[in-house]
C-alpha cells in the first residue's frame, strides 16, 4: 500500500509496516522539548505529586525563550525554576537565554529525518520542515509523554500543496503562508498533516522551509511536512532522505503556480485577513523583525537587501531568533547593514510576538511585523493594530513609513 511521508514517519513511531489515515495508534517518542512558559514551572510540580520521573533524561530539550531577558520578579523566578530544575531531573540538553526554541532545536543538532517528535508549543511543527512529524501538545498531554515516552495518534490525512515554478523576487515562504491562510481559512488544514511539495518548495533554503510548516499551526494543521533532500541533510549535516510514495493518497491536492504569488499583508487581527501588498498603504508607527517566523538568519538577510544604504523612517526593532544566527549575521555584515538603518537591536527571545517584556505595543500602535500571529491584544493593548508581513515587506516599510511594496526597493 502506498503510503504519504506523514503515514510513514507515523507507522515508523507506532513499530508498525504502515498504518491509515483515521486510525489510532501508539508512537514511542523520540524527542520532546518543552521551554520555559511551557516547561519546567508546569511539569515539575505534576511529576511530583506523580511520583514520577522523566522517562529518558536524554530525550527532553528544554529551552527558555518567553521570559528573557529576566526584566521583574515573575520572570526571574520561572528562569529560576527552568535552571534548578534541569539540574534536578538530570537534563543535558538545556538551552538558557540561547534564542527561541523552534530555531534552537534544529541548529543545535537534535532532529533529524524520520524522527517522531512533540514540542509543548503550538509552533512545533517547525520540526517538519526536517522531515520529522513534530506537532504541539498541551501540558496534559506532555505530562504523559515525560512519564512514559509514549502518546496516541489518530493517524492523519495529508493535504497537499504543491507549488510549480519559482517565487519571485520579493516574495518569502512568509508570503506563502499568508496567502494559504486567507485562500484556505485557520482552519484549512483540518488537523491534518499538510505536506509542501513542488520545483519552488524544493528551492527554498532550509529555514524558509521552517517559515512554512512553523506557520502550519496557523492553517490548523497537526503538522507541517517537506520531504528532505541534499538542502536539509547539508544544513543538518546528518540523516537521510524521507519522502512519501508517488501516487500515495491524499485527502486533498492544490496545486499553484509559484510565479503567480505576490507580497502579501494580513490586516488586523488575524492572520487569515490576506491580501497583495498593493492593497495597503497604511502609515505604520512601528516595524517589527522578530520571532521564530522572521527572525531566523534568511530573514534578517532579507531585510538587509532592502535596508541597505536605507534609514528606517519609524521606530524598527530587531529581536533574531537565535544567538548563533545573530552572531553569523555580525560576522557576514547583515547586522551592521540593519543596525545602519537604524534598527534597535532586542534579546533573542519571543518578546513582543508572544506578548512577554517590556516592549509590547502601546495604546493605538499602528505597527507591521514578521510575526506569525496579529489577534486583538497578543502583542500588548487591545486597541493596537497589527499588520503581518515578510521580512522584506516589514522593512521596505520601515523605509517608507507605511505598508509598501518591498519589490521596487529590491530592483
Known sequence: MKQTLAQKLVARAAGRK???PGEIVTCKVDLAMVHDSSGPRRMKPMLERLGAKVW???KLVVITDHYPPEHEDESRKVLRIAREWVREAGIDNFYDK??????VLPERGHLEPGMFAVGADSHSPTGGAFAAYMFGVGATEMLGVLVTGEIWLKV???IAMEFDGAFGKGVSAKDVMLWLIGRFGMDGGQYQAVEYRGPAIRKLPMQERMTLCNMTAELGAQTGLIASDETTLRYLGKGECWGGDA???VLAHHRFHAEELAPQVAAPHSPANTRPVT????RIDLAYIGACTGAKLEDLRMAAQVLRGRKSRVKLQLAPASLRDQQTAEREGTLKVLLDAGAELLANSCGLCAGYGQQVL???TVAISTTARNFKGRMGAASAQVYLASPYTVA???VAGRITDPRAMLE
Do not use: K, L, R, W
Request: glycine share 10%; charged share 15%; aromatic share 4%.
Open 98 to 103: 540561547q534564542g527561541i526554541c523552534h530555531i
Open 396 to 398: 521596505a516599510s520601515a
Open 247 to 249: 501516487g500515495a493518497p
Open 156 to 158: 492523519p490525512h495529508t
Open 56 to 58: 529518558d533524561p536524554t
Open 18 to 20: 504502515s498504518v491509515t
Open 362 to 364: 502601546g495604546e493605538n
Open 279 to 282: 492593497d495597503f498603504s497604511e
